[in-house]
């Protein structure tokens, strides 16, 4: 499989994947993760914390307790 078909085949799910560094930069988003946080591009590089504005997902991403 090409790098170019893997890649369609990625965007196309529909389960939003974020993977990031030990110092939470975001490494990988999938498209259905941009669209959940309302990313206009594609923040690789870039602290979470900087890019998300949910609370939830920052606290999961900080190690908090959820309620």
Do not use: C, H
């Not at 993977?19 to 999938?30: K, V, Y």
């Amino acid at each position: 499989i090409d790098d170019g078909l893997a890649s369609d085949l990625y965007s196309l799910r529909s389960t939003s994947e974020v993977a990031l560094d030990d110092d939470r930069r975001i490494t990988l988003i999938n498209p259905a993760a941009r669209r959940i946080f309302a990313l206009p591009g594609v923040p690789i590089g870039e602290p979470f914390a900087d890019q998300v504005t949910v609370p939830e997902a920052l606290a999961l991403v900080a190690g908090d307790q959820l309620d």
